[in-house]
């Protein structure tokens, strides 16, 4: 998707600055590569990846895919919050997501899980994972996401990956929320 041709053809950009609107959503079908996820653009977030140009303010696009469930429109959300929360509070998120390396892992590899006391995980693997999307991995992990030191399994999220994400969206610091929404 040519983002810049997006923000122009809709006058995108002089709507953000002028405040009548803060981001933008767009409903695609996914299997045409029609955009990404999320992207992102302003003075204090910048998406290298989509080649958005900056209207002045920070703004996000989020990319919808129609065709699939609505668990993963908020898998979509989930990856904006991570690249919010790397962005403006880098050192807390790689502290709350111990692991966040694994997401360079291939696809469908086995990742081994490493001793000692875990975050929350990240979108695309919770605590106890061991590859992308191990949503129902069973495994004992000890995790301080809760804020104590605990012992989990996914059984504390119903082991699929509409249960992770609200339960990691529960444990978001509140501090974040504003650089989710391009503040």
Known sequence: MDYNTFLDEFNI????????????????????????????SGPSMNDPYS???????????MGFDYTRTWDLALHSMGHRMEFAAKHNHQS???????????YSSPYNTEVPLENGVVGCGNIHFPPNAKKHYDYSNSANVQSNCTGSTQTITCSIWGCNQEGFLKWWFSYVPSNWWSSFVGK
């Open 13 to 40: 950009c002089s709507k953000v600055n002028s405040g009548e609107i803060d981001e933008t959503w767009i409903w695609v079908n996914g299997g045409d590569g029609a955009g990404f996820e999320y992207t992102a």
């Open 92 to 102: 807390e998120y790689l502290g709350w997501d111990s692991r966040n390396h694994r």
């Open 51 to 61: 080649g958005m140009k900056s209207c002045g303010k920070n703004m996000f696009v």
